[in-house]
C-alpha cells in the first residue's frame, strides 16, 4: 500500500474545474488523467479524504475520490459501453416483481414500490407490466428503450453514482429517481430493501445479513452523496 508523502492538501482552480493538489502538485487518477471535478464541493470533499489519510492510503475510505477516479477513468471515455449494463436492469425492474403468497407484503410493496413506479410512467411516459411471483416477465420494449435513453441522458459523473445504486438496490427506477432527486435517498434505500426488512422484522434479525446490508447501506450512502455533490 502507497504510504501518505505529502503535507498539504488543497483545492486550485483549473480548466474552468477544480483540481485537488498534494503539496501544490495535481493529483491523478490510476490512468493518469488529472484528478479534476466540476463541482468545488466535490472538490472539497475529495481533499478531505486525501487530507484525512493516515500513514498509508485505504481506497475503501475515500469514495468520493473512488467514484471521481472511475468517472474520469471509465466512463467518460465510452459512456455508452459503461452505461450499458446499468440500463439493463430496465427489463428486470425490481418493483415490477410482488409478492404471490404473503398478503401483508404485497400490500407494503404496492404502498411503497407502485408510487415509484407512477413517477417513472408518468416522468419517461412509460408502462410497466407486474408480476407476481419470481418468474421473469418482459418488459414493453419501448419501456426499455426509454429508460435506457433515460440514463444515457445523463453525464458520466452521474451515470457513475448511478451504477452502484442500481446494482445494489436491483432497481434502475430508484436509481434514476435519486439522480433526479425525486425522492429521498433514505427512502429509496428503504424501498429496494423492502422485502429484506420485512422477512427481519417477521422472522428476526440474521447478523450475516445485517452486515451485509449494513455495508450495502454505506455504499448507497456514499453514491448518494456524490451526486448530492455534483
Same mark, same amino acid.
Given at each position: 500500500?502507497?504510504?501518505?508523502?505529502?503535507?498539504?492538501?488543497?483545492?486550485?482552480?483549473?480548466?474552468?474545474?477544480? #483540481?485537488?493538489?498534494?503539496?501544490?502538485?495535481?493529483?491523478?487518477?490510476?490512468?493518469?488523467?488529472?484528478?479534476?471535478?466540476?463541482?468545488?464541493?466535490?472538490?472539497?470533499?475529495?481533499?478531505?479524504?486525501?487530507?484525512?489519510?493516515?500513514?498509508?492510503?485505504?481506497?475503501?475510505?475515500?469514495?468520493?475520490? +473512488?467514484?471521481? #477516479?472511475?468517472?474520469?477513468?471509465?466512463?467518460?471515455?465510452?459512456?455508452?459501453?459503461?452505461?450499458?449494463?446499468?440500463?439493463?436492469?430496465?427489463?428486470?425492474?425490481?418493483?415490477?416483481?410482488?409478492?404471490?403468497?404473503?398478503?401483508?407484503?404485497?400490500?407494503?410493496?404496492?404502498?411503497?414500490?407502485?408510487?415509484?413506479?407512477?413517477?417513472?410512467?408518468?416522468?419517461?411516459?412509460?408502462?410497466?407490466?407486474?408480476?407476481?411471483?419470481?418468474?421473469?416477465?418482459?418488459?414493453?420494449?419501448?419501456?426499455?428503450?426509454?429508460?435506457?435513453?433515460?440514463?444515457?441522458?445523463?453525464?458520466?459523473?452521474?451515470?457513475?453514482?448511478?451504477?452502484?445504486?442500481?446494482?445494489? +438496490?436491483?432497481?434502475?427506477?430508484?436509481?434514476?429517481?435519486?439522480?433526479?432527486?425525486?425522492?429521498?435517498?433514505?427512502?429509496?434505500?428503504?424501498?429496494?430493501?423492502?422485502?429484506?426488512?420485512?422477512?427481519?422484522?417477521?422472522?428476526?434479525?440474521?447478523?450475516?445479513?445485517?452486515?451485509?446490508?449494513?455495508?450495502?447501506?454505506?455504499?448507497?450512502?456514499?453514491?448518494?452523496?456524490?451526486?448530492?455533490?455534483?
Amino acid at each position: 500500500m502507497m504510504k501518505r508523502f505529502w503535507k498539504e492538501v488543497g483545492v486550485v482552480p483549473a480548466d474552468g474545474g477544480w #483540481n485537488i493538489a498534494l503539496d501544490g502538485r495535481p493529483v491523478r487518477t490510476p490512468q493518469r488523467a488529472p484528478l479534476a471535478v466540476a463541482s468545488p464541493a466535490l472538490a472539497e470533499a475529495i481533499a478531505a479524504e486525501w487530507q484525512a489519510v493516515g500513514e498509508t492510503i485505504d481506497p475503501a475510505a475515500m469514495p468520493m475520490t +473512488g467514484l471521481a #477516479n472511475a468517472a474520469i477513468d471509465i466512463a467518460a471515455p465510452d459512456l455508452a459501453a459503461f452505461a450499458e449494463p446499468v440500463a439493463a436492469y430496465a427489463a428486470s425492474e425490481l418493483f415490477c416483481y410482488r409478492e404471490d403468497r404473503d398478503a401483508a407484503l404485497l400490500a407494503e410493496q404496492a404502498a411503497i414500490w407502485n408510487p415509484l413506479l407512477a413517477w417513472a410512467e408518468a416522468r419517461y411516459g412509460v408502462e410497466f407490466v407486474i408480476a407476481r411471483g419470481i418468474v421473469p416477465i418482459d418488459q414493453p420494449e419501448a419501456t426499455v428503450a426509454a429508460l435506457r435513453a433515460a440514463v444515457l441522458a445523463h453525464d458520466a459523473w452521474r451515470v457513475t453514482a448511478l451504477t452502484p445504486l442500481v446494482t445494489i +438496490g436491483g432497481s434502475l427506477v430508484a436509481g434514476l429517481a435519486l439522480v433526479e432527486a425525486a425522492f429521498d435517498a433514505g427512502d429509496l434505500w428503504q424501498a429496494v430493501s423492502l422485502d429484506e426488512l420485512y422477512q427481519e422484522r417477521r422472522w428476526g434479525p440474521d447478523a450475516l445479513a445485517t452486515a451485509a446490508r449494513e455495508k450495502k447501506r454505506a455504499d448507497w450512502d456514499n453514491a448518494a452523496r456524490f451526486l448530492s455533490l455534483l
